[in-house]
Protein backbone atom coordinates (compact mmCIF):
# COMPACT_ATOMS: atom_id res chain seq x y z
CA UNK A 1 0.00 0.00 0.00
CA UNK A 2 3.02 2.60 -0.80
CA UNK A 3 1.98 5.61 -1.58
CA UNK A 4 -1.03 6.18 0.16
CA UNK A 5 -2.23 9.03 2.72
CA UNK A 6 -0.64 7.94 6.45
CA UNK A 7 -1.39 11.51 7.77
CA UNK A 8 -2.89 10.12 11.40
CA UNK A 9 0.82 8.39 11.76
CA UNK A 10 3.47 9.87 13.18
CA UNK A 11 6.61 9.55 11.20
CA UNK A 12 9.39 9.12 14.30
CA UNK A 13 12.22 7.97 12.03
CA UNK A 14 13.70 11.20 11.18
CA UNK A 15 13.47 12.04 15.52
CA UNK A 16 14.82 8.48 15.48
CA UNK A 17 17.87 8.59 13.25
CA UNK A 18 18.81 12.19 15.15
CA UNK A 19 18.05 10.85 18.54
CA UNK A 20 20.55 7.34 17.35
CA UNK A 21 23.62 9.38 17.02
CA UNK A 22 23.02 10.98 20.80
CA UNK A 23 22.14 8.09 22.60
CA UNK A 24 26.05 6.77 21.62
CA UNK A 25 26.13 5.17 25.60
CA UNK A 26 22.55 4.35 25.30
CA UNK A 27 21.88 0.41 27.04
CA UNK A 28 21.93 -2.63 24.41
CA UNK A 29 20.84 -5.98 24.91
CA UNK A 30 21.60 -8.79 22.36
CA UNK A 31 19.54 -12.09 22.12
CA UNK A 32 20.23 -15.06 19.60
CA UNK A 33 17.37 -17.70 18.34
CA UNK A 34 17.12 -20.19 16.03
CA UNK A 35 21.10 -18.46 14.61
CA UNK A 36 19.47 -14.57 14.56
CA UNK A 37 21.09 -12.62 16.42
CA UNK A 38 18.51 -9.47 17.38
CA UNK A 39 20.00 -6.74 19.14
CA UNK A 40 17.90 -3.62 21.15
CA UNK A 41 19.16 -0.22 21.40
CA UNK A 42 17.28 2.38 23.30
CA UNK A 43 17.64 6.06 24.51
CA UNK A 44 19.36 7.10 27.91
CA UNK A 45 16.23 7.23 29.64
CA UNK A 46 15.13 3.53 28.93
CA UNK A 47 16.84 0.48 31.03
CA UNK A 48 16.35 -1.97 28.46
CA UNK A 49 16.59 -5.36 30.71
CA UNK A 50 16.29 -9.05 28.70
CA UNK A 51 13.11 -10.62 29.61
CA UNK A 52 13.58 -13.59 31.88
CA UNK A 53 12.85 -16.27 29.39
CA UNK A 54 15.22 -14.17 26.78
CA UNK A 55 18.42 -14.27 29.13
CA UNK A 56 19.65 -18.16 28.51
CA UNK A 57 19.51 -16.73 24.79
CA UNK A 58 21.59 -13.66 25.15
CA UNK A 59 24.34 -12.76 22.96
CA UNK A 60 27.29 -10.37 21.94
CA UNK A 61 25.52 -7.14 20.35
CA UNK A 62 28.61 -7.29 18.29
CA UNK A 63 27.57 -9.31 15.16
CA UNK A 64 23.32 -8.50 14.78
CA UNK A 65 21.40 -9.64 12.29
CA UNK A 66 18.61 -7.58 13.22
CA UNK A 67 19.38 -4.25 14.31
CA UNK A 68 16.42 -2.09 16.53
CA UNK A 69 15.92 0.79 17.83
CA UNK A 70 13.35 1.62 20.87
CA UNK A 71 12.13 4.91 21.64
CA UNK A 72 9.54 6.65 23.46
CA UNK A 73 6.09 8.51 22.22
CA UNK A 74 3.77 10.09 23.72
CA UNK A 75 1.35 10.00 20.67
CA UNK A 76 1.00 6.87 18.56
CA UNK A 77 -2.08 6.52 16.18
CA UNK A 78 -3.02 3.63 13.82
CA UNK A 79 -3.36 5.00 9.87
CA UNK A 80 -6.63 5.81 8.39
CA UNK A 81 -6.53 3.36 5.90
CA UNK A 82 -7.35 -0.19 6.23
CA UNK A 83 -4.18 -2.34 6.91
CA UNK A 84 -2.57 -5.15 4.90
CA UNK A 85 -3.67 -7.50 7.38
CA UNK A 86 -5.24 -7.98 10.41
CA UNK A 87 -4.16 -10.95 12.88
CA UNK A 88 -8.62 -10.26 14.41
CA UNK A 89 -6.58 -9.76 17.53
CA UNK A 90 -3.35 -7.80 19.12
CA UNK A 91 -1.72 -6.72 15.73
CA UNK A 92 -2.00 -5.07 12.48
CA UNK A 93 0.29 -4.77 9.34
CA UNK A 94 0.32 -1.46 6.95
CA UNK A 95 2.53 -2.02 4.36
CA UNK A 96 4.78 1.69 3.77
CA UNK A 97 6.82 2.21 1.04
CA UNK A 98 10.46 1.59 2.92
CA UNK A 99 8.60 -1.48 5.36
CA UNK A 100 6.22 -2.75 7.64
CA UNK A 101 4.99 -1.18 10.16
CA UNK A 102 2.98 -3.06 13.12
CA UNK A 103 0.42 -1.87 15.94
CA UNK A 104 -0.06 -3.78 18.72
CA UNK A 105 -3.86 -2.49 20.36
CA UNK A 106 -5.91 -4.34 22.55
CA UNK A 107 -9.52 -3.43 24.00
CA UNK A 108 -8.11 -3.12 27.42
CA UNK A 109 -6.73 -0.13 26.58
CA UNK A 110 -9.02 1.22 23.96
CA UNK A 111 -8.28 2.33 20.17
CA UNK A 112 -4.99 3.71 20.47
CA UNK A 113 -2.35 0.80 20.09
CA UNK A 114 0.32 0.94 22.74
CA UNK A 115 3.49 -0.09 20.54
CA UNK A 116 4.13 0.06 16.51
CA UNK A 117 7.21 -1.80 15.36
CA UNK A 118 8.55 -0.40 11.61
CA UNK A 119 10.85 -3.25 9.46
CA UNK A 120 12.70 -2.93 6.77
CA UNK A 121 11.44 -5.38 3.89
CA UNK A 122 14.54 -8.06 5.30
CA UNK A 123 13.67 -7.62 8.47
CA UNK A 124 17.23 -6.25 9.13
CA UNK A 125 16.68 -3.16 10.70
CA UNK A 126 13.58 -2.26 12.92
CA UNK A 127 12.32 0.64 15.26
CA UNK A 128 10.13 -0.21 17.93
CA UNK A 129 7.76 3.05 19.32
CA UNK A 130 6.32 2.76 22.89
CA UNK A 131 3.31 4.99 23.90
CA UNK A 132 4.79 6.05 26.70
CA UNK A 133 1.14 5.95 28.87
CA UNK A 134 1.03 2.65 28.76
CA UNK A 135 4.51 1.95 30.52
CA UNK A 136 5.57 2.38 33.64
CA UNK A 137 8.88 4.27 33.76
CA UNK A 138 10.20 2.87 36.44
CA UNK A 139 10.34 -0.59 35.37
CA UNK A 140 11.90 -1.59 32.36
CA UNK A 141 9.63 -2.03 29.17
CA UNK A 142 9.38 -5.24 27.75
CA UNK A 143 10.15 -3.96 24.23
CA UNK A 144 9.25 -7.73 22.37
CA UNK A 145 6.64 -8.51 24.25
CA UNK A 146 4.35 -11.16 22.78
CA UNK A 147 3.59 -11.37 19.70
CA UNK A 148 6.51 -8.82 18.56
CA UNK A 149 9.05 -11.50 19.53
CA UNK A 150 7.88 -14.27 16.95
CA UNK A 151 6.35 -12.13 14.56
CA UNK A 152 9.98 -10.64 14.06
CA UNK A 153 11.24 -14.29 14.30
CA UNK A 154 8.63 -15.69 11.39
CA UNK A 155 9.05 -12.71 8.84
CA UNK A 156 13.08 -12.78 9.31
CA UNK A 157 12.89 -16.60 9.06
CA UNK A 158 10.73 -16.30 6.10
CA UNK A 159 13.23 -14.25 4.49
CA UNK A 160 14.95 -17.79 3.19
CA UNK A 161 16.08 -18.85 6.73
CA UNK A 162 13.79 -20.91 8.11
CA UNK A 163 10.56 -21.77 9.51
CA UNK A 164 9.03 -21.75 12.89
CA UNK A 165 6.73 -24.10 13.90
CA UNK A 166 4.61 -25.83 16.29
CA UNK A 167 6.26 -28.20 18.49
CA UNK A 168 8.38 -30.29 20.57
CA UNK A 169 11.94 -30.71 19.73
CA UNK A 170 13.67 -33.10 22.05
CA UNK A 171 17.47 -34.77 21.40
CA UNK A 172 17.74 -38.38 22.89
CA UNK A 173 21.16 -39.76 24.61
CA UNK A 174 22.52 -40.43 21.11
CA UNK A 175 22.00 -36.73 19.92
CA UNK A 176 19.27 -37.52 17.72
CA UNK A 177 16.57 -34.73 16.98
CA UNK A 178 12.89 -35.35 17.05
CA UNK A 179 10.34 -33.05 16.41
CA UNK A 180 6.93 -33.58 17.51
CA UNK A 181 4.36 -31.15 15.91
CA UNK A 182 0.75 -30.29 16.70
CA UNK A 183 -1.75 -28.01 17.53
CA UNK A 184 -2.74 -27.19 20.93
CA UNK A 185 -3.97 -30.03 22.84
CA UNK A 186 -2.29 -32.29 20.65
CA UNK A 187 0.01 -33.66 23.39
CA UNK A 188 3.62 -31.58 22.41
CA UNK A 189 3.60 -30.97 26.78
CA UNK A 190 2.86 -34.27 27.61
CA UNK A 191 5.50 -36.17 25.44
CA UNK A 192 8.30 -33.48 26.67
CA UNK A 193 7.54 -34.32 30.27
CA UNK A 194 7.52 -38.15 29.44
CA UNK A 195 10.48 -37.86 27.15
CA UNK A 196 12.15 -35.44 30.17
CA UNK A 197 12.01 -38.74 32.37
CA UNK A 198 14.82 -40.71 29.99
CA UNK A 199 18.04 -39.88 31.06
CA UNK A 200 20.24 -38.27 28.77
CA UNK A 201 17.32 -36.37 27.01
CA UNK A 202 17.34 -32.31 25.92
CA UNK A 203 13.80 -30.59 25.63
CA UNK A 204 14.49 -27.53 23.18
CA UNK A 205 10.79 -26.68 23.40
CA UNK A 206 7.20 -28.11 24.39
CA UNK A 207 5.89 -25.85 21.94
CA UNK A 208 7.85 -23.63 19.67
CA UNK A 209 10.93 -24.92 17.39
CA UNK A 210 12.60 -23.43 14.80
CA UNK A 211 14.08 -25.37 12.19
CA UNK A 212 16.25 -24.52 9.94
CA UNK A 213 18.94 -25.97 6.86
CA UNK A 214 22.77 -26.12 8.32
CA UNK A 215 25.38 -27.34 5.40
CA UNK A 216 22.50 -28.59 4.02
CA UNK A 217 21.42 -30.90 6.98
CA UNK A 218 18.17 -29.96 8.57
CA UNK A 219 18.25 -28.66 11.72
CA UNK A 220 16.41 -27.85 14.97
CA UNK A 221 16.69 -25.12 17.48
CA UNK A 222 15.13 -24.02 20.70
CA UNK A 223 12.93 -21.02 21.31
CA UNK A 224 12.26 -19.40 24.82
CA UNK A 225 8.71 -19.83 23.79
CA UNK A 226 7.37 -22.55 25.71
CA UNK A 227 4.34 -24.86 26.65
CA UNK A 228 2.87 -25.60 29.17
CA UNK A 229 5.93 -27.92 30.48
CA UNK A 230 7.80 -24.84 30.89
CA UNK A 231 10.90 -26.11 28.84
CA UNK A 232 12.69 -24.19 26.92
CA UNK A 233 16.93 -24.36 26.13
CA UNK A 234 19.15 -22.55 23.98
CA UNK A 235 20.41 -25.52 22.04
CA UNK A 236 19.95 -27.05 18.53
CA UNK A 237 20.56 -30.40 16.81
CA UNK A 238 20.60 -32.38 13.70
CA UNK A 239 16.82 -33.11 12.64
CA UNK A 240 16.70 -37.28 12.45
CA UNK A 241 13.06 -37.77 12.45
CA UNK A 242 9.72 -35.82 12.43
CA UNK A 243 6.44 -36.94 14.09
CA UNK A 244 2.72 -35.23 13.44
CA UNK A 245 1.33 -36.11 17.00
CA UNK A 246 -2.13 -37.89 16.96
CA UNK A 247 -4.17 -39.58 20.37
CA UNK A 248 -4.83 -42.52 19.73
CA UNK A 249 -5.32 -45.89 21.66
CA UNK A 250 -1.79 -47.25 21.03
CA UNK A 251 1.34 -46.63 19.42
CA UNK A 252 1.38 -46.69 15.96
CA UNK A 253 3.96 -44.71 12.93
CA UNK A 254 2.83 -44.84 9.88
CA UNK A 255 4.88 -43.05 7.11
CA UNK A 256 3.31 -39.62 5.79
CA UNK A 257 4.20 -39.25 1.48
CA UNK A 258 6.59 -36.01 1.16
CA UNK A 259 3.79 -33.90 -0.11
CA UNK A 260 1.43 -35.17 2.64
CA UNK A 261 3.65 -34.55 4.66
CA UNK A 262 4.73 -30.86 3.69
CA UNK A 263 1.14 -30.21 3.46
CA UNK A 264 0.96 -31.15 7.58
CA UNK A 265 3.78 -29.03 8.26
CA UNK A 266 2.53 -26.34 7.06
CA UNK A 267 -0.94 -26.30 8.86
CA UNK A 268 1.49 -26.51 11.98
CA UNK A 269 3.92 -23.47 11.13
CA UNK A 270 3.75 -20.02 11.67
CA UNK A 271 4.53 -17.74 8.63
CA UNK A 272 3.17 -14.48 7.16
CA UNK A 273 0.27 -15.35 5.45
CA UNK A 274 0.48 -12.12 3.91
CA UNK A 275 3.61 -12.16 2.17
CA UNK A 276 3.72 -13.82 -0.80
CA UNK A 277 7.72 -13.84 -1.20
CA UNK A 278 7.69 -15.61 2.35
CA UNK A 279 4.73 -18.12 1.72
CA UNK A 280 6.81 -19.27 -1.20
CA UNK A 281 10.05 -19.79 0.76
CA UNK A 282 8.29 -21.45 3.58
CA UNK A 283 6.59 -24.18 0.86
CA UNK A 284 9.70 -24.79 -1.21
CA UNK A 285 11.47 -24.96 2.15
CA UNK A 286 8.52 -27.75 4.52
CA UNK A 287 9.40 -29.49 0.21
CA UNK A 288 12.95 -30.00 0.88
CA UNK A 289 12.72 -30.73 4.56
CA UNK A 290 10.43 -33.80 4.00
CA UNK A 291 12.58 -34.84 1.22
CA UNK A 292 15.65 -35.15 3.92
CA UNK A 293 14.13 -35.74 6.79
CA UNK A 294 11.11 -38.99 7.35
CA UNK A 295 7.37 -37.88 8.66
CA UNK A 296 5.04 -40.08 10.44
CA UNK A 297 1.71 -39.68 11.64
CA UNK A 298 2.20 -40.92 15.49
CA UNK A 299 -0.76 -42.01 16.98
CA UNK A 300 0.26 -42.33 20.69
CA UNK A 301 -0.61 -43.30 24.58
CA UNK A 302 0.24 -41.05 26.72
CA UNK A 303 2.70 -42.75 28.48
CA UNK A 304 6.71 -44.27 28.03
CA UNK A 305 6.30 -46.40 25.57
CA UNK A 306 5.38 -43.35 23.27
CA UNK A 307 8.76 -42.67 23.82
CA UNK A 308 9.93 -46.12 23.10
CA UNK A 309 8.19 -46.45 20.19
CA UNK A 310 10.07 -43.31 18.52
CA UNK A 311 13.19 -44.48 20.18
CA UNK A 312 13.20 -47.72 18.22
CA UNK A 313 11.66 -46.33 15.14
CA UNK B 1 19.33 -47.84 -25.38
CA UNK B 2 15.57 -47.84 -26.71
CA UNK B 3 12.33 -46.81 -25.08
CA UNK B 4 11.19 -50.05 -25.06
CA UNK B 5 14.72 -51.25 -23.22
CA UNK B 6 13.73 -48.94 -20.78
CA UNK B 7 10.72 -50.20 -19.53
CA UNK B 8 11.28 -53.62 -19.56
CA UNK B 9 14.56 -52.65 -17.48
CA UNK B 10 12.59 -50.28 -14.82
CA UNK B 11 9.95 -52.12 -12.00
CA UNK B 12 6.33 -50.57 -13.07
CA UNK B 13 5.03 -49.05 -10.11
CA UNK B 14 1.28 -49.32 -9.70
CA UNK B 15 -0.83 -46.41 -10.44
CA UNK B 16 -2.14 -44.67 -7.15
CA UNK B 17 -4.63 -42.32 -8.34
CA UNK B 18 -4.26 -38.65 -6.51
CA UNK B 19 -6.40 -37.85 -3.66
CA UNK B 20 -7.01 -35.40 -1.78
CA UNK B 21 -6.30 -34.63 1.37
CA UNK B 22 -7.55 -32.17 3.75
CA UNK B 23 -5.65 -30.73 6.37
CA UNK B 24 -6.70 -28.47 9.50
CA UNK B 25 -5.41 -25.09 9.80
CA UNK B 26 -5.63 -23.50 12.99
CA UNK B 27 -5.68 -19.86 12.27
CA UNK B 28 -6.45 -18.17 15.37
CA UNK B 29 -3.03 -20.12 16.85
CA UNK B 30 -1.67 -19.54 13.47
CA UNK B 31 -1.34 -15.69 13.49
CA UNK B 32 -0.37 -15.01 16.88
CA UNK B 33 -3.17 -13.08 17.04
CA UNK B 34 -4.07 -13.83 20.74
CA UNK B 35 -2.34 -13.86 24.14
CA UNK B 36 -1.35 -17.72 24.47
CA UNK B 37 -2.90 -17.92 27.99
CA UNK B 38 -6.49 -19.14 27.25
CA UNK B 39 -9.15 -17.02 27.44
CA UNK B 40 -7.17 -14.00 27.57
CA UNK B 41 -7.73 -11.40 24.46
CA UNK B 42 -4.40 -9.70 25.16
CA UNK B 43 -0.97 -9.44 27.38
CA UNK B 44 -2.45 -6.16 29.14
CA UNK B 45 -5.90 -7.96 29.77
CA UNK B 46 -7.74 -10.40 32.49
CA UNK B 47 -5.07 -10.77 35.05
CA UNK B 48 -2.27 -9.41 33.43
CA UNK B 49 -2.67 -5.87 33.86
CA UNK B 50 0.41 -4.25 32.19
CA UNK B 51 2.11 -4.28 28.86
CA UNK B 52 5.22 -4.57 30.23
CA UNK B 53 5.01 -7.90 32.20
CA UNK B 54 3.64 -10.38 30.18
CA UNK B 55 5.36 -13.70 29.72
CA UNK B 56 2.58 -16.17 29.16
CA UNK B 57 3.01 -19.76 28.68
CA UNK B 58 2.38 -21.59 25.09
CA UNK B 59 -0.26 -23.54 24.00
Known amino acids: ?313 | MSDGQKTNNQARQPYEAPKVARVSLRPEEAVLGHCKIVGQAGPVSGTCGSPVACSTPGS
Open chain 1, 1 to 313: MSGEPQNSVVDLRPALAASARKRQAGPQIAYSIGGITVGLFGPPDMHLKLDRQLVPFCASPAALDVHIEVDWSDHLAKPSHAPTFHSGGLWSLYEETDGHRFFFSTPFLGAAPYKSAWFDRDFRRGHVTLFRRYFDARRSPNVLEYPLDELLAIHRLSRGEGVEVHAVGVVDESNRGHLLLGHSGAGKSTSARLWQKRPGVRVLSDDRIILRFDRGHARMYGTPWHGDAGLALADSADLAGMYILQHGCRNELTLLPAGRAAAELFARSFVPYHCQEGLKFTLRFLENLTRSVSCSLFQFVPDQTAVETICHA
